[in-house]
C-alpha cells in the first residue's frame, strides 16, 4: 500500500526546534513534488514548504529563515527542520506528495499528520 508516514511532532518550547520526516513506500519518490501543509485549530490548511523533484524550495514568508525542507530520496524520505518556533507555528503538519504520469494524471498523496505544540 502506498503510504506516507510522517514522525518527529511533539511539544517543544518556544524558540526550540524540531525535526519532521516524512517518509514513503511503494512510490517513485524522486518524481515526486513533496509539500509539508499544517492546520491549526479553526484555520485552514496552509502551504509551509514545498520542494520539486529537483531540489527547488519555496517557503511561506511566516516560516521564510526559520524553516528548511529538505529530501533524500535514497531514503524516500522528506524532511522538515524547524528552527525558532514560535507559538503560532502550532499546528497538525502533513505531507503531501503529487506527481503527473506520463499520460499527464495527477498523483496525490497524503500522509496522517504529526501533532507540532510550541508552548512553554
Known amino acids: 500500500q502506498v503510504q506516507l508516514v510522517e514522525s518527529g511532532g511533539g511539544l517543544v518550547q518556544p524558540g526550540g526546534s524540531l525535526r519532521l520526516s516524512c517518509a514513503a513506500s511503494?512510490?517513485?519518490?524522486?518524481?515526486?513534488?513533496m509539500m509539508w501543509l499544517r492546520q491549526a485549530p479553526g484555520e485552514e490548511r496552509e502551504l509551509v514548504a514545498a520542494i520539486t523533484s529537483g531540489g527547488s524550495t519555496n517557503y511561506a514568508d511566516s516560516v521564510k529563515g526559520r524553516f528548511t525542507i529538505s529530501r533524500d530520496n535514497a531514503k524516500n524520505t522528506v524532511y522538515l527542520q524547524m528552527n525558532s518556533l514560535k507559538p503560532e507555528d502550532t499546528a497538525v503538519y502533513y505531507c503531501?506528495?503529487?506527481?503527473?504520469?506520463?499520460?499527464?494524471?495527477?498523483?496525490?498523496?497524503w500522509g496522517q499528520g504529526t501533532q507540532v505544540t510550541v508552548s512553554s
Open positions: 503531501n506528495g503529487k506527481r503527473r504520469t506520463a499520460s499527464n494524471r495527477e498523483l496525490e498523496l
Open positions: 511503494k512510490i517513485n519518490f524522486s518524481a515526486y513534488g
